[in-house]
């Protein structure tokens, strides 16, 4: 399995990026799939997941409100609507596989990431 994260870049405080990630192989839709992100000299966090069928959405309370993950079982991609950007928000955001299909919130029970994809937020 390879993730494949896009859409990060560099945006105003206020605005708003769509993350994707596609997943290669045959996986993706028994797979819990999850966004993390690290910012420099901090632990990786979660940011937010989704059951197999999107019909579950986790998000810790600190990222309520402002993030929406979706999925295409489809097009083997899920996505991460992030609006009303703060600088705290900069980071490298990942996507994570869990092909177990559990919803778990430890990054460690996490079997696939992609690469990341760069977010900045300036103020």
């Known amino acids: 399995v390879q993730l494949q994260a896009s859409g990060g870049g560099l945006v105003q405080a206020g605005g708003s990026l769509r993350l994707a990630c596609v997943s290669s192989?045959?996986?993706?839709?028994?797979?819990?799939m999850g966004w993390f992100r690290q910012a420099p000299g901090k632990e990786r966090e979660l940011v937010a997941i989704?059951?197999?069928?999107?019909?579950?959405?986790y998000y810790p309370d600190s990222m309520k409100g402002r993030l929406t993950i979706s999925r295409d079982n489809a097009k083997n991609t899920v996505y991460l609507q992030m609006n009303s950007l703060k600088p705290e928000d900069t980071a490298v955001y990942y996507c994570a596989a869990d092909t177990s299909g559990a919803i778990r919130l430890e990054a460690n029970r996490y079997d696939y990431w992609g690469q990341g994809t760069q977010v900045t937020v300036s103020s």
């Open positions: 192989g045959r996986t993706f839709s028994r797979s819990t």
């Open positions: 989704i059951s197999r069928t999107g019909s579950y959405t």
